[in-house]
Protein backbone atom coordinates (compact mmCIF):
# COMPACT_ATOMS: atom_id res chain seq x y z
CA UNK A 1 0.00 0.00 0.00
CA UNK A 2 1.23 3.45 -0.81
CA UNK A 3 2.05 5.72 2.14
CA UNK A 4 2.24 9.74 2.09
CA UNK A 5 5.55 11.22 0.31
CA UNK A 6 6.91 13.79 2.75
CA UNK A 7 9.54 15.50 1.01
CA UNK A 8 11.37 16.77 4.48
CA UNK A 9 11.36 13.50 6.65
CA UNK A 10 11.92 11.13 2.98
CA UNK A 11 10.53 7.40 3.01
CA UNK A 12 10.45 5.04 6.35
CA UNK A 13 11.70 1.93 5.60
CA UNK A 14 9.36 -1.14 5.96
CA UNK A 15 9.14 -4.95 6.85
CA UNK A 16 8.75 -6.66 4.02
CA UNK A 17 7.35 -10.12 4.83
CA UNK A 18 8.95 -13.63 4.11
CA UNK A 19 11.95 -14.34 4.68
CA UNK A 20 13.46 -14.26 1.29
CA UNK A 21 12.32 -11.55 0.08
CA UNK A 22 13.60 -9.48 2.99
CA UNK A 23 17.01 -10.64 1.90
CA UNK A 24 16.65 -9.63 -1.28
CA UNK A 25 15.56 -6.26 0.00
CA UNK A 26 18.26 -5.91 2.61
CA UNK A 27 20.91 -5.85 0.55
CA UNK A 28 19.98 -2.99 -1.12
CA UNK A 29 20.78 0.44 -0.42
CA UNK A 30 17.20 1.37 -2.00
CA UNK A 31 14.68 0.06 0.15
CA UNK A 32 11.60 2.80 -0.71
CA UNK A 33 11.20 4.63 -3.92
CA UNK A 34 9.64 7.92 -4.08
CA UNK A 35 6.94 8.15 -7.14
CA UNK A 36 6.70 12.25 -8.44
CA UNK A 37 3.80 11.26 -10.46
CA UNK A 38 2.13 14.38 -11.99
CA UNK A 39 3.53 17.28 -9.90
CA UNK A 40 3.41 20.33 -11.44
CA UNK A 41 -0.46 19.90 -11.34
CA UNK A 42 -1.42 22.90 -8.65
CA UNK A 43 -4.51 24.03 -9.06
CA UNK A 44 -5.66 21.22 -11.44
CA UNK A 45 -4.79 18.31 -8.41
CA UNK A 46 -8.25 18.31 -7.58
CA UNK A 47 -9.96 18.12 -10.34
CA UNK A 48 -7.60 15.81 -12.06
CA UNK A 49 -8.30 13.40 -8.85
CA UNK A 50 -11.90 13.63 -9.47
CA UNK A 51 -11.99 13.09 -13.13
CA UNK A 52 -9.75 9.91 -11.88
CA UNK A 53 -12.03 8.28 -9.47
CA UNK A 54 -14.77 9.00 -11.87
CA UNK A 55 -12.94 7.06 -14.35
CA UNK A 56 -12.19 4.15 -12.23
CA UNK A 57 -15.56 3.66 -10.92
CA UNK A 58 -16.34 3.45 -14.26
CA UNK A 59 -13.67 1.27 -15.50
CA UNK A 60 -14.42 -1.65 -12.47
CA UNK A 61 -18.40 -1.06 -13.08
CA UNK A 62 -18.43 -1.46 -16.36
CA UNK A 63 -15.95 -4.62 -16.59
CA UNK A 64 -17.52 -6.52 -13.89
CA UNK A 65 -20.83 -5.80 -15.62
CA UNK A 66 -19.50 -7.58 -18.61
CA UNK A 67 -18.20 -10.62 -16.44
CA UNK A 68 -21.40 -10.89 -14.51
CA UNK A 69 -23.53 -10.78 -17.47
CA UNK A 70 -21.39 -13.33 -19.21
CA UNK A 71 -21.53 -15.83 -16.08
CA UNK A 72 -25.51 -15.34 -16.30
CA UNK A 73 -26.64 -15.03 -19.73
CA UNK A 74 -27.02 -18.10 -21.98
CA UNK A 75 -27.23 -15.39 -25.33
CA UNK A 76 -23.76 -14.81 -24.60
CA UNK A 77 -21.93 -18.48 -24.57
CA UNK A 78 -19.89 -18.22 -27.63
CA UNK A 79 -15.88 -17.98 -27.89
CA UNK A 80 -16.06 -14.08 -28.56
CA UNK A 81 -17.91 -13.27 -25.53
CA UNK A 82 -15.89 -15.62 -23.83
CA UNK A 83 -12.54 -13.90 -25.05
CA UNK A 84 -14.35 -10.46 -24.19
CA UNK A 85 -14.55 -11.62 -20.36
CA UNK A 86 -10.92 -12.17 -20.25
CA UNK A 87 -10.18 -8.67 -21.66
CA UNK A 88 -12.32 -7.43 -18.72
CA UNK A 89 -10.08 -9.47 -16.79
CA UNK A 90 -6.93 -7.65 -18.16
CA UNK A 91 -8.31 -4.42 -17.75
CA UNK A 92 -9.50 -5.40 -14.17
CA UNK A 93 -6.33 -6.08 -12.98
CA UNK A 94 -4.09 -3.52 -14.89
CA UNK A 95 -6.94 -1.02 -13.09
CA UNK A 96 -6.81 -2.36 -9.57
CA UNK A 97 -2.75 -2.08 -10.02
CA UNK A 98 -2.29 1.37 -11.41
CA UNK A 99 -5.05 3.55 -9.77
CA UNK A 100 -5.24 3.67 -6.51
CA UNK A 101 -1.50 4.65 -6.40
CA UNK A 102 -2.00 7.22 -9.15
CA UNK A 103 -5.32 8.77 -7.02
CA UNK A 104 -3.06 8.79 -4.09
CA UNK A 105 0.09 10.35 -6.02
CA UNK A 106 -2.12 13.23 -7.60
CA UNK A 107 -3.70 13.83 -4.18
CA UNK A 108 -0.73 14.41 -2.32
CA UNK A 109 1.78 14.97 -4.62
CA UNK A 110 3.83 12.20 -4.81
CA UNK A 111 3.93 8.69 -3.40
CA UNK A 112 6.08 6.36 -1.37
CA UNK A 113 6.40 2.74 -1.72
CA UNK A 114 8.96 0.20 -0.38
CA UNK A 115 11.07 -1.46 -3.26
CA UNK A 116 9.27 -4.77 -3.14
CA UNK A 117 5.83 -3.42 -3.43
CA UNK A 118 7.02 -1.34 -6.45
CA UNK A 119 8.46 -4.57 -8.21
CA UNK A 120 5.14 -6.46 -7.45
CA UNK A 121 3.10 -3.56 -9.29
CA UNK A 122 5.25 -3.73 -12.51
CA UNK A 123 4.97 -7.64 -12.89
CA UNK A 124 1.30 -7.60 -11.90
CA UNK A 125 1.37 -4.73 -14.82
CA UNK A 126 3.75 -6.78 -17.29
CA UNK A 127 1.63 -10.25 -16.62
CA UNK A 128 -2.02 -7.97 -17.57
CA UNK A 129 0.00 -6.19 -20.76
CA UNK A 130 1.42 -9.17 -21.88
CA UNK A 131 -1.37 -11.34 -21.77
CA UNK A 132 -3.52 -9.02 -23.30
CA UNK A 133 -1.50 -8.58 -26.79
CA UNK A 134 -1.83 -12.73 -26.92
CA UNK A 135 -5.37 -12.57 -26.11
CA UNK A 136 -5.97 -9.79 -28.61
CA UNK A 137 -4.49 -12.01 -31.28
CA UNK A 138 -6.60 -14.48 -30.18
CA UNK A 139 -9.66 -12.35 -30.47
CA UNK A 140 -8.27 -11.55 -34.25
CA UNK A 141 -7.96 -15.62 -35.11
CA UNK A 142 -11.34 -16.27 -33.20
CA UNK A 143 -12.72 -13.38 -35.80
CA UNK A 144 -11.12 -14.52 -38.46
CA UNK A 145 -12.39 -17.97 -38.52
CA UNK A 146 -15.62 -16.60 -37.84
CA UNK A 147 -16.07 -14.61 -41.43
CA UNK A 148 -13.79 -16.55 -43.30
CA UNK A 149 -14.26 -20.01 -42.58
CA UNK A 150 -17.77 -19.87 -41.12
CA UNK A 151 -18.87 -23.31 -42.00
CA UNK A 152 -16.81 -24.99 -39.72
CA UNK A 153 -16.45 -22.15 -36.66
CA UNK A 154 -18.15 -24.25 -34.09
CA UNK A 155 -15.88 -27.47 -34.57
CA UNK A 156 -12.82 -25.53 -34.57
CA UNK A 157 -13.60 -23.02 -31.91
CA UNK A 158 -14.80 -25.59 -29.25
CA UNK A 159 -15.28 -25.09 -25.44
CA UNK A 160 -12.50 -26.87 -25.22
CA UNK A 161 -10.41 -24.83 -27.32
CA UNK A 162 -11.25 -21.49 -25.59
CA UNK A 163 -10.52 -22.88 -22.50
CA UNK A 164 -6.99 -24.10 -23.74
CA UNK A 165 -6.23 -20.85 -25.22
CA UNK A 166 -7.14 -18.41 -22.58
CA UNK A 167 -5.11 -20.87 -19.80
CA UNK A 168 -2.03 -20.64 -22.39
CA UNK A 169 -2.44 -16.74 -22.72
CA UNK A 170 -2.42 -16.12 -19.05
CA UNK A 171 0.21 -18.98 -18.11
CA UNK A 172 2.61 -17.18 -20.93
CA UNK A 173 1.98 -14.04 -19.63
CA UNK A 174 2.56 -15.20 -15.83
CA UNK A 175 5.87 -16.99 -16.52
CA UNK A 176 7.64 -13.83 -18.72
CA UNK A 177 6.86 -12.41 -15.56
CA UNK A 178 8.68 -14.15 -13.41
CA UNK A 179 11.80 -14.76 -15.40
CA UNK A 180 11.60 -10.56 -15.23
CA UNK A 181 10.95 -11.36 -11.15
CA UNK A 182 13.48 -13.57 -10.63
CA UNK A 183 16.28 -11.86 -12.16
CA UNK A 184 15.15 -8.34 -10.70
CA UNK A 185 15.60 -9.55 -7.49
CA UNK A 186 19.16 -10.38 -8.29
CA UNK A 187 19.93 -6.84 -9.37
CA UNK A 188 21.71 -4.32 -6.49
CA UNK A 189 19.75 -1.52 -5.93
CA UNK A 190 21.58 1.71 -5.09
CA UNK A 191 19.26 4.35 -5.95
CA UNK A 192 18.42 7.44 -6.50
CA UNK A 193 15.50 6.00 -5.30
CA UNK A 194 13.27 9.26 -7.49
CA UNK A 195 11.10 7.57 -10.08
CA UNK A 196 9.42 10.03 -12.66
CA UNK A 197 6.69 8.27 -13.05
CA UNK A 198 3.30 7.73 -11.54
CA UNK A 199 3.67 3.62 -11.61
CA UNK A 200 6.73 1.32 -11.68
CA UNK A 201 7.71 0.52 -14.98
CA UNK A 202 10.16 -1.68 -15.98
CA UNK A 203 12.66 1.13 -17.23
CA UNK A 204 12.51 3.55 -14.14
CA UNK A 205 13.41 -0.04 -12.26
CA UNK A 206 16.52 -0.49 -13.98
CA UNK A 207 17.28 3.30 -13.45
CA UNK A 208 17.20 2.61 -9.84
CA UNK A 209 19.85 -0.24 -10.20
CA UNK A 210 23.69 0.03 -10.21
CA UNK A 211 24.01 -3.50 -11.57
CA UNK A 212 24.51 -5.07 -15.63
CA UNK A 213 21.26 -4.81 -16.58
CA UNK A 214 22.27 -5.57 -20.26
CA UNK A 215 20.94 -9.32 -19.73
CA UNK A 216 17.63 -8.49 -18.95
CA UNK A 217 17.19 -5.58 -21.83
CA UNK A 218 17.86 -8.78 -23.59
CA UNK A 219 15.44 -11.12 -21.99
CA UNK A 220 12.74 -8.13 -22.29
CA UNK A 221 13.31 -7.55 -26.44
CA UNK A 222 12.83 -11.57 -26.73
CA UNK A 223 9.47 -11.10 -24.46
CA UNK A 224 8.08 -8.20 -26.52
CA UNK A 225 8.94 -10.18 -29.86
CA UNK A 226 7.52 -13.28 -28.54
CA UNK A 227 4.25 -11.67 -26.63
CA UNK A 228 4.14 -8.00 -28.88
CA UNK A 229 5.38 -8.58 -32.42
CA UNK A 230 4.60 -12.10 -32.77
CA UNK A 231 0.59 -11.76 -31.75
CA UNK A 232 0.43 -7.89 -33.78
CA UNK A 233 1.90 -10.31 -36.99
CA UNK A 234 -1.11 -13.07 -36.22
CA UNK A 235 -3.81 -9.93 -35.92
CA UNK A 236 -2.09 -8.18 -39.16
CA UNK A 237 -2.61 -11.38 -40.66
CA UNK A 238 -5.97 -12.17 -39.49
CA UNK A 239 -8.02 -8.63 -40.92
CA UNK A 240 -5.77 -8.78 -44.16
CA UNK A 241 -7.37 -12.12 -44.80
CA UNK A 242 -11.29 -10.64 -43.46
CA UNK A 243 -10.60 -7.84 -45.57
CA UNK A 244 -10.34 -9.79 -48.89
CA UNK A 245 -13.45 -12.38 -47.59
CA UNK A 246 -15.31 -9.13 -46.98
CA UNK A 247 -14.19 -7.51 -50.13
CA UNK A 248 -15.80 -10.71 -51.76
CA UNK A 249 -19.07 -10.43 -50.74
CA UNK A 250 -21.77 -8.79 -52.97
CA UNK A 251 -24.18 -7.27 -51.02
CA UNK A 252 -23.41 -4.35 -48.78
CA UNK A 253 -25.48 -5.49 -46.65
CA UNK A 254 -23.16 -8.80 -46.07
CA UNK A 255 -20.45 -6.66 -46.07
CA UNK A 256 -21.67 -4.09 -43.11
CA UNK A 257 -22.93 -6.82 -41.57
CA UNK A 258 -19.89 -9.04 -41.34
CA UNK A 259 -17.42 -5.91 -41.28
CA UNK A 260 -19.50 -4.92 -37.31
CA UNK A 261 -18.69 -8.50 -36.21
CA UNK A 262 -14.82 -7.24 -35.33
CA UNK A 263 -15.19 -3.55 -35.91
CA UNK A 264 -15.02 -3.68 -31.74
CA UNK A 265 -12.04 -5.61 -32.15
CA UNK A 266 -10.28 -3.62 -34.43
CA UNK A 267 -10.93 -0.42 -32.51
CA UNK A 268 -9.56 -1.83 -29.48
CA UNK A 269 -6.29 -3.01 -31.42
CA UNK A 270 -5.74 -0.08 -32.68
CA UNK A 271 -6.08 2.26 -29.41
CA UNK A 272 -3.74 -0.59 -27.28
CA UNK A 273 -0.91 -0.80 -29.87
CA UNK A 274 -1.04 2.74 -31.26
CA UNK A 275 -0.28 3.58 -27.40
CA UNK A 276 2.06 1.11 -26.70
CA UNK A 277 4.50 1.96 -29.35
CA UNK A 278 4.20 5.25 -29.03
CA UNK A 279 5.21 5.21 -25.45
CA UNK A 280 7.85 2.75 -25.23
CA UNK A 281 9.20 4.12 -29.50
CA UNK A 282 10.21 7.68 -27.87
CA UNK A 283 13.47 8.60 -26.36
CA UNK A 284 14.05 8.92 -22.47
CA UNK A 285 14.70 12.52 -22.69
CA UNK A 286 13.62 14.77 -20.11
CA UNK A 287 11.58 17.17 -21.87
CA UNK A 288 9.25 14.23 -23.28
CA UNK A 289 8.44 13.05 -19.50
CA UNK A 290 5.45 14.95 -19.08
CA UNK A 291 4.49 13.22 -22.77
CA UNK A 292 5.35 9.91 -21.75
CA UNK A 293 3.14 10.03 -18.48
CA UNK A 294 0.09 11.33 -20.67
CA UNK A 295 0.38 9.12 -23.61
CA UNK A 296 0.62 6.04 -20.45
CA UNK A 297 -2.51 7.40 -18.99
CA UNK A 298 -4.17 6.48 -21.88
CA UNK A 299 -3.62 2.67 -21.77
CA UNK A 300 -3.26 1.90 -17.92
CA UNK A 301 -6.44 4.46 -16.76
CA UNK A 302 -8.65 5.16 -20.39
CA UNK A 303 -7.90 2.41 -22.78
CA UNK A 304 -9.79 -0.20 -19.60
CA UNK A 305 -12.69 2.31 -18.98
CA UNK A 306 -12.90 2.43 -23.31
CA UNK A 307 -12.83 -1.55 -23.69
CA UNK A 308 -15.99 -2.25 -22.15
CA UNK A 309 -18.08 0.83 -23.89
CA UNK A 310 -16.55 0.12 -26.69
CA UNK A 311 -17.68 -3.41 -26.96
CA UNK A 312 -21.09 -2.83 -25.17
CA UNK A 313 -22.36 0.20 -26.90
CA UNK A 314 -23.41 -1.04 -30.49
CA UNK A 315 -23.90 -5.01 -29.19
CA UNK A 316 -27.27 -6.01 -29.33
CA UNK A 317 -26.33 -9.25 -27.56
CA UNK A 318 -24.82 -6.95 -24.69
CA UNK A 319 -28.14 -5.11 -24.58
CA UNK A 320 -30.27 -7.89 -24.29
CA UNK A 321 -28.49 -9.56 -21.74
CA UNK A 322 -28.82 -6.64 -19.65
CA UNK A 323 -32.15 -6.36 -19.90
CA UNK A 324 -32.75 -10.02 -19.32
CA UNK A 325 -30.52 -9.12 -15.68
CA UNK A 326 -32.51 -6.38 -14.82
CA UNK A 327 -35.90 -8.39 -15.11
CA UNK A 328 -34.56 -11.01 -13.19
Known sequence: MPEPFDPKFGPQIHWVPGKVLAKAILRNNVTSVNLLGFSNLQNFRIPFFSLLVLIYCGTISGNLLIVTLYLVSKALQSPMYFYITHLSLCDLLVTTDIVPILLHTVLYGGSSMTLISCIIQFCIFAT???????????????????????????????????????????????????????????????????????YCDFEPIMQLSCSDTSLIHKLIILSVVATGFCPFMVIVSSYVNIVITILKIPSNTGRRKAFSTCSSHLIVVSIFYGTLIIVYMFPTKRQLATLSKILSL???????????????????????????????
Not at 152 to 181: D, E, P, Q, R
Not at 318 to 328: D, I, P, R, S
Open 298 to 328: IYTVLTPLLNPIIYTLRNQDFKKALHELEHV
Open 128 to 198: SEFSECLLLSVMSYDRYVAICNPLHYHSIMTHKTCLMSANIVWLVGFLITLLYMIYIFHLHFCGPNIIDHF
